[in-house]
Structure formats: structure tokens, C-alpha cells
């Protein structure tokens, strides 16, 4: 009974530890970042057909975010986002045409300043790992970006398509392994093309394991963004036909393992309590995929809407002993993880820079509630809706895809998100105090926005 006493009061004790306290020790952070996987693909998340084990216990161990969003509706507005704790029109990563493609011209501004580059002034390792998506030109590109290593994608899997394959080949349950010229980057050499997808993520995985051995005796920053559930969808053989979802479910059972692997890593070389696991989606799931999109649970449409299955993701927080197992309903993103991590490595963003996100570590090592801030939803470079504590207003909206031009609304549509997390009910004749609260908001912040060099065409 006393060790049983004595144990309790150590964990407590090293939960109430300051931000400042954390810093001292210059934590690692590591951000594991999904593709295009939906609110309701997780067991701890209510998926009762994809058997997520290794999640679920992060979650058990760790804090686990009902309210967890995306800072944009597809992914590479999102990891910018991301990666620089800014709304991507402030760097220019957005637009009607989405995201980066094979021939796009622009990519991540080199004046932007990414997580890896503030950590790694402070004497961070640095490495990422999987899809990049945010240029493939000088001065976009991860080693350009504050990254000493780089292992992956330049770009989704479905782009460098065969010239004669057939349309809709990407969403097909059984995708033609040679249908996609992608290559495999490593440190800027192309070591394999097109790349073998149905191993990119027992690569990726192996890549991340050897990253951390090798820098277990220094601090380390890993951001390690996978392919999938992106379509194509593969699976190594391992994992393939054993999921009751399908190659879908097949494709994130692999993912589930593959974090259960980097969590064992870190235990293994007793780093577990010294560093953040932050594991999260780049966006909702990709609905017009049928059986190969995957699921917002209950909430409303997905990838590429602003509707809350567009942006709203599962995120898990996870550091034994420092973050008290739990669940919260706090309003957090992405855009958080860019401040949080300077905090923790005891960095400063730029003075003259904006940055949109909040650091968590009052939430995450105290348990203390963040205050309550807006939340903007931006579709390109339109913003579409905003969340003001439990309400969110919608001033246009449109899907994901398929709906050819947006909808204005005036008054704008209103929701209250505690009550009826599906939109399903507009409320706005009974609230206009609140339409005018939220409207406010906007304008305080479009009054702030100087929006970047477009970089999408």
C-alpha cells in the first residue's frame, strides 16, 4: 500500500511540473502525423471495425482531445500550418487550387520558420519522415526547412499517376502496385521510383526506430507524417485482408503497429518520459472514397469541406508521468504543437512573426484550462466558418467535393457544437448576440491578416 502511496505522489509530482521546468530538460517532441484518416477511424475514437490497440492505450496513458483540429481542410495547407503554427494564409499556402501538385511552382517560403528549424537552433536533431508535401524546390524542400534528415514522399501517392491508367484507379480496393511513379526521397536523392507503397510504411517505421537510437543521447525533434490512410491504399502482407474494414482498415491497423513501435522505442531507450508524442490527422477523411475513405463518426461531411468531419481530427497527447491520463473537451489544433514545442525546447518564435497557435503545456503538464480563443476555418484562401467556444457560425459553406460553387449565407448558419456536434440544427434566428460575438471575432482577425504570396499555382 505505501509504494502503491509513494508511486501516486512521484506521478503527481512530475505531472505539476512548470512548462519552464520542462524546458530546463529540453524534452523531445515527437508529432506523428496521419493522412486523410477521419475522426471516427479509431477504436478510441468509436470505430467498432478497425482494431487500433496501440492508440488506444496512447490514449488510455495520455490525454486524449474530443476537440482537436486541423488548421486546414486538405494537407498542404494543413502541415504548414503545422510545421509553423500560422493559418496558411499568412504564408501563402492556400488557394482554389488546394494543394501543391507535381507542377506547382511555389512552395513553404523560406522566411517562414518551421518547428524543426527553431528546435534545431537549439542544438535539436531533427528528422522527418514520410510525406513532405510542401514543395519539392529550393528552399521548400525538409533539408531546406530545418530538417538534418529527410526520408519519404515529395507529395501524395496518388499524384505521378501511369499516363494510361484508368480514372478512379486510386480509390479502387485493389490498386495496381505499379500505377504511381512516386519516388522515394532520401536526404534528396531518389533511391527508389517509383516507390513500393505496399512498404513505405514498415520503411517509414524502421527509419523513425533508427532515428531514435541514434539520437537518444540528445535532444530530438521527429516529425513523422505518414502516407496513409491517403488512397492509394497498400499494406504490407503482414496486414493485408485482416482488418474487417478492408485495405482501409488494413492500411491503418499497419499505422496503429507502426506507432506502437515508435512508443516501444522510446521506452526501450528510456526516453518515454522525456519526450512528447503528439499523434494527430492532416485533415478528415476523403468521404467520395466510399469504402477506401474512411469515417467522421458523427460528424458532418469530410476532406475538403469546413464542415467539422473536414477538420476536426483525432489528436493524443502522450508523456508518461508528465501528462495525466485523461480526456478534454479544451479546444486545441495543430497550430498549437509549433508554440508548444518552442516552449519545451525553451525557444522563442520571431518578434515581427504571428503566430496563430498556443502553447498547451498549461493544458497537457498542469491540467489547466487554455483561455478561449477563436477558431477560423478556412477553405483555400476563403475563410468559410468560425468556432467561438461551443458555437460556430458558417458564412459559406460547400463539400467537400462535388459541389461545384460555395453557398453564402446571410445570416450566417449557427450551430451550437456541444448540443449537436453534426450541424444538423441552425439556430441562428434564436441567437443573434452570438452571430454578432463570432462576427466581431472575424473581423478583429481579417483587420490582422496580410495574407502570403500565393505559392499554389
Given at each position: 500500500m505505501c509504494?502503491?502511496r509513494?508511486?501516486?505522489i512521484?506521478?503527481i509530482l512530475l ?11 529540453r524534452?523531445?517532441?515527437?508529432i ?6 477521419g ?9 467498432p ?10 490514449a ?6 474530443t476537440?482537436f ?16 503554427g500560422?493559418?496558411p ?6 488557394a ?7 507542377n ?16 534545431r ?5 531533427t ?5 513532405w508535401h510542401?514543395?519539392?524546390?529550393e528552399?521548400?524542400?525538409?533539408l531546406d ?17 501511369r ?20 519516388p ?9 521510383q ?10 517509414y ?12 543521447s540528445q535532444?530530438f ?6 502516407t496513409?490512410p491517403?488512397v ?10 485482416k ?25 526501450r531507450e528510456?526516453l ?5 508524442v503528439?499523434f494527430?490527422s492532416d ?17 458532418r461531411d469530410g476532406?475538403?469541406?469546413?464542415w467539422?468531419?473536414?477538420?476536426r481530427?483525432?489528436?493524443?497527447a ?18 498549437d504543437?509549433f508554440?508548444?514545442a ?40 476563403e ?16 463539400t467537400?467535393?462535388g459541389?461545384?460553387q460555395a453557398e ?9 457544437l ?5 450541424e444538423?440544427r ?18 478583429a482577425h ?6 502570403g ?5
Open positions: 509504494s502503491v509513494l508511486f501516486n512521484v506521478l505531472a505539476a511540473l512548470s512548462p519552464a521546468t520542462l524546458a530546463t530538460e524534452p523531445n517532441v515527437v506523428i502525423f496521419a493522412d486523410d484518416l475522426y471516427g477511424d479509431l477504436g478510441c475514437y468509436g470505430s471495425t478497425i482494431r487500433t490497440p496501440h492508440l488506444d492505450q496512447m488510455a496513458e495520455g490525454l486524449r482531445f476537440d483540429y486541423s488548421a486546414a481542410e486538405v494537407c498542404t495547407p494543413s502541415r504548414a500550418a503545422l510545421l509553423t500560422r493559418y494564409i499568412r504564408s501563402g499556402m492556400c482554389h487550387r488546394r494543394v501543391l501538385f507535381p506547382s511552382k511555389g512552395g513553404l517560403p523560406p522566411k517562414e520558420v518551421t518547428i524543426a528549424e527553431a528546435l537552433e537549439k542544438g535539436y536533431a528528422a522527418h519522415i514520410g510525406k510542401l514543395g519539392i524546390h528552399g521548400s524542400r525538409p526547412q530545418g530538417f538534418d534528415h529527410s526520408f519519404g514522399l515529395p507529395y501524395s501517392n496518388d499524384m505521378d499517376a499516363s494510361d491508367l484508368p480514372k478512379g484507379s486510386s480509390g479502387l480496393a485493389n490498386p495496381p502496385q505499379d500505377g504511381w511513379n512516386v522515394l526521397i532520401c536526404d534528396g536523392k531518389v533511391i527508389e517509383p516507390a513500393d507503397q505496399t512498404t513505405l510504411t514498415r520503411r517505421t524502421a527509419e523513425a526506430v533508427a532515428f531514435i537510437r541514434e539520437h537518444q535532444p525533434f521527429l516529425y513523422f507524417a505518414h496513409f491517403h492509394p491504399l497498400f499494406a504490407s502482407p503482414a496486414f493485408q485482408g482488418s474487417r474494414a478492408g485495405i482501409y482498415g488494413d492500411a491503418v491497423e499497419e499505422l496503429d503497429a507502426s506507432v506502437g513501435q515508435v512508443l516501444d522505442a522510446l521506452r528510456r518515454a518520459e522525456r519526450t512528447l503528439v494527430t485533415n478528415g477523411p476523403w468521404l467520395i472514397m466510399r469504402d477506401q475513405g474512411g469515417s467522421a463518426g458523427l460528424l476532406k475538403g469541406s469546413t467539422e468531419g473536414g477538420m481530427v483525432p489528436g493524443i502522450w508523456m508518461p508521468g508528465r501528462i495525466r491520463p485523461g480526456v478534454t473537451n479544451q479546444l486545441a489544433g495543430a497550430l504543437l508554440p508548444t518552442l516552449a519545451l525546447a525553451g525557444a522563442t518564435a520571431a518578434p515581427n512573426v504571428t503566430i496563430d497557435g498556443r502553447d498547451l503545456s498549461p493544458l497537457l503538464f498542469q491540467s489547466r484550462s487554455i483561455p478561449p480563443r477563436p477558431f477560423f476555418y478556412y477553405r483555400g484562401d475563410l468559410f466558418a468560425c468556432r467561438l467556444g461551443e458555437w460556430k457560425a458558417h458564412f459559406r459553406t460547400q467537400g467535393y459541389q461545384p453564402t449565407h446571410d445570416p450566417p448558419l449557427l450551430f451550437h456541444g448540443h449537436d456536434p453534426s444538423k441552425n439556430i441562428a434566428a434564436d441567437h443573434a448576440d452570438v452571430l454578432a460575438e463570432i462576427q466581431q471575432a472575424v473581423k481579417q483587420a490582422g491578416v496580410e495574407p504570396e500565393p505559392q499554389l499555382q
